[in-house]
């Protein structure tokens, strides 16, 4: 099983926009509109921020957004805060299976 | 408010199988439209998805696990079960349960169990 490839870390400055990357195949991110994205800080389970490729939860701030273009589908969080300092990982179908992001450690500097 | 709790045996001895539950509270496992999940991660590591069973009964595993992996529900006690067997010390991991909606998001996890293969 292929895991999707996201950078090891990105960072940011408070207020600043950042965004990460999650690049899959034909087989997974590119055939299925059902990317997630999950965020977790240390020691505690994750959180889903994001769902079908762009579909906040209730209750998640209109600061996380998501998109995807061919193979690759990406998590935008604008106006950094000291609280987005955390692992991020992507999720994608996979027909019958599911294929986890390798993460991605967000620092706010 | 749905919760779900993991529950089981924190050390397993190499070969031997892992066994752990899956309590659901606040709502009842046979709702349609989800399936039920099992997600580990080892130390330092990321996510890995195991598997899940559909509340149909239908269950989808990980290829790679496949062989060695079994998910069932009780639905008389509102819980579901993960058994993997013939565990090494590359099992070792904190193994989470989750809910996933129709769309695959993983949208309710339990808090995570450490599960430890040594002798």
């Known amino acids: 099983q292929s895991a999707l490839t996201q950078p090891a870390s990105v960072s940011g400055s408070p207020g600043q926009s950042i965004t990460i990357s999650c690049t899959g195949t034909s087989s997974d991110v590119g055939s299925y509109n059902l990317v997630s994205w999950y965020q977790q800080h240390p020691g505690k389970a994750p959180k889903l921020m994001i769902y079908e490729v762009s579909k906040r939860p209730s209750g998640v701030s209109n600061r996380f957004s998501g998109s995807k273009s061919g193979n690759t589908a990406s998590l935008t969080i604008s106006g950094l805060q000291a609280e987005d300092e955390a692992d991020y990982y992507c999720c994608s179908y996979a027909g019958s299976s599911t294929h986890f992001g390798t993460g991605t450690k967000v620092t706010v500097l | 408010q749905l919760q779900l709790q993991e529950s089981g045996s924190g050390l397993v001895k190499p070969s031997q199988t892992l066994s752990l539950t899956c309590a659901v509270s606040g709502g009842s496992i046979s709702s349609g439209g989800y399936s039920w999940s099992w997600i580990r991660q080892p130390p330092g590591k990321g996510l890995e998805w195991i598997g899940y069973i559909y509340h149909s009964g239908s269950t989808y595993y990980n290829p790679s696990l496949k062989s060695r992996v079994t998910i069932s529900v009780d639905r008389s006690k509102n819980q579901f079960s993960l058994k993997l067997s013939s565990v090494t010390a590359a099992d070792t991991a904190v193994y989470y349960c989750?809910?996933?909606?129709?769309?695959?998001?993983?949208?309710?996890w339990g808090q995570g169990t450490m599960v430890t293969v040594s002798s």
């Open positions: 989750a809910r996933s909606t129709i769309f695959n998001a993983f949208d309710i």
